[in-house]
């Protein structure tokens, strides 16, 4: 089958309300900074009446990966469920206006469209309480086949880990792609995910993943080791091909014989660390599918993390392809 | 009555759904740059459709202006209409969350809550096309004498001109303002509004208005003259006082007996112009309603301003009382 997408990701189907917040709210509220919980609907509209003034904005981390890579001008799809409500047409609105393949029809007559209340510290750090809804209804079916046989990289959100029906979209998903020759991509998601979902992990990336997006936190709650340099190493063991990112320390390239640093892009101001990671991704796999050298991946990820974090909201508001050109990365 | 408030603002109640655009897409839709134009739902929905990804956020020129005056520390009430329905929580939720009175209750069984889609130009300039839907329910009832009478300052959006229930509604806060000693303040809001209604703005300036808040366009409009001297002098013969801002050039406050100069305040990259109008009422506002001079009410409005235009969405991202404070303006 010929090469439609350059990515094509699987993940929660997910809004955000993202708003300021003091670090004594975080407290008050029982929030872990930098980390995502999952609430239910009560909860989160308890949280919602507490928070300051927002915005609203599509979000959900594969699919800001592949808003990012449609951004550098990459051809993305994304599969994700969201419900038959206003938060869902907006969602599904965003997709489409990306020029994103997003073939999984609304929920009807189920939970409402997935809502991640986002609350950001003065330290630009984000932490996440989030509402699953209609995205965890997310299951195997939802999988198109030729949407997966069709990419150059299947990306799972690790996040998917926390709902059963969807860790089976993930084998099946899996199946498909390297009974394609397509390779599979997993995000560790957060340090929480791994800690709930660390053998089923360990497990699923040994077996099925040939790249590894993670970040510092995420690979030593992975190996349970408080040395970065032991999980990087255990990692390796595991897999083909893995980028480690270290905030503002930049990122790690893991390959079975090298193991390549990547600086950070300097950024003027951090507003709003959300969606960092994913545009990391965004960038790293929309230069690897389009086959540039590995070192290259990870400035492209560099770069349009950096963007990310300059504004509130997640995902890019200026071309990246373009801003890309400006500083001769592409 | 004691002073509650330093401003009771009545206006549309909306949300704002933000996207870039290009002078094409414009051009293509048929929208004239920097103007705000009517359109009914199926028009709003369609237009929607063929929108860039965006992010959406609570509006409304009033009621921003009274997020801004929140931001400043100042004690701000809004009157609008908004419907029951998701985007009608959101707006009531960022109303709540900024410590403004929203004494209004959801319009049940009637239109959505109204939107307006903003398309932003490379140029950083918006474009509006507002569905008004539940705000143009607002009527004389919704005005709520307690709050007008306890407001130092009740100001009015010129956009409600559109709707004749609101005008009726304006009359009565007017009324209900003097009766109590307190100033009224307005808005023109758009020159399309200007040309829409011309000789009831008039009439109205010339009865009610204590403070008049214009553009350029708008005040070259109500007095139909191309010459920028020539309308600011009309217009001073008609009110106490006004503030016409000139964008970049800044704004001029005009008095009974002087006109005074106010620079606008520097920006490092103008994203996006919505709300800068809303914003230098809002500081402008704040100043009067405390008791500054003329000059310093004019620098927190050109503040204000700078500080929206700097990034996606119409209302402030930081303290506007801590920016004030760093720049030595309060």
């Known amino acids: 089958m010929s090469d439609l997408y350059d990515v094509a990701a699987i993940g929660n189907a997910i809004v955000d309300v993202i708003a300021p917040a003091?670090?004594?709210f975080l407290a008050e509220e029982g929030l872990t900074k930098g980390a995502m919980?999952?609430?239910?609907?009560?909860r989160s509209a308890a949280l919602y009446r507490k928070m300051a003034q927002g915005l609203e904005a599509s979000g959900g981390s594969a699919a800001n990966t592949v808003a990012g890579l449609a951004s550098f001008g990459g051809k993305?799809?994304?599969m994700g469920k969201v419900a038959n409500d206003l938060l869902g047409e907006v969602f599904t609105h965003d997709m489409r206006a990306i020029g994103a393949h997003f073939p999984n029809t609304p929920l009807i007559g189920g939970p409402a469209t997935a809502?991640?209340?986002?609350?950001?510290?003065?330290?630009?750090?984000?932490t996440m309480s989030t509402f699953l809804g209609a995205s965890v209804q997310f299951a195997d079916d939802d999988v198109d086949p030729a949407v997966v046989e069709a990419a150059k990289i299947v990306y799972l959100e690790g996040y998917l880990f926390d709902a059963?029906?969807?860790?089976?979209a993930f084998a099946k998903a899996a199946g498909l792609a390297h009974g394609a020759g397509r390779m599979i991509a997993l995000t560790l998601s957060d340090s929480f995910v791994v800690e709930r979902h660390r053998a089923g992990l360990l497990g699923f990336i040994e077996s099925q993943v040939d790249l590894l997006f993670a970040n510092e936190s995420e690979v030593t709650a992975l190996f349970e080791t408080t040395s970065f340099d032991v999980a990087v190493e255990?990692?390796?063991q595991r897999v083909t091909l893995a980028a480690v990112t270290c905030s503002e320390q930049g990122s790690v390239i893991l390959t079975q014989g090298e193991r390549l640093s990547v600086a950070a892009e300097p950024?003027?101001?951090?507003?709003?660390?959300t969606g960092a990671g994913d545009q990391y991704a965004a960038g790293f796999m929309f230069g690897l599918a389009r086959g540039r050298p590995l070192q290259q991946c990870g400035k492209l990820g560099s770069l349009a993390a950096a963007e990310v974090i300059s504004h509130y909201g997640p995902r890019p508001q200026v071309s990246l392809k373009a801003l890309a050109a400006s500083r001769a990365i592409l």
Do not use: C, H, W, Y
């Open 164 to 168: 059963e029906p969807a860790r089976r």
């Open 234 to 236: 255990q990692l390796r």
């Open 267 to 273: 950024v003027e101001k951090v507003v709003d660390t």
């Open 37 to 42: 919980i999952l609430v239910d609907q009560a």
């Open 76 to 78: 993305g799809a994304f």
């Open 22 to 24: 003091t670090d004594a």
């Open 115 to 126: 809502v991640s209340m986002i609350n950001v510290t003065p330290d630009a750090q984000r």
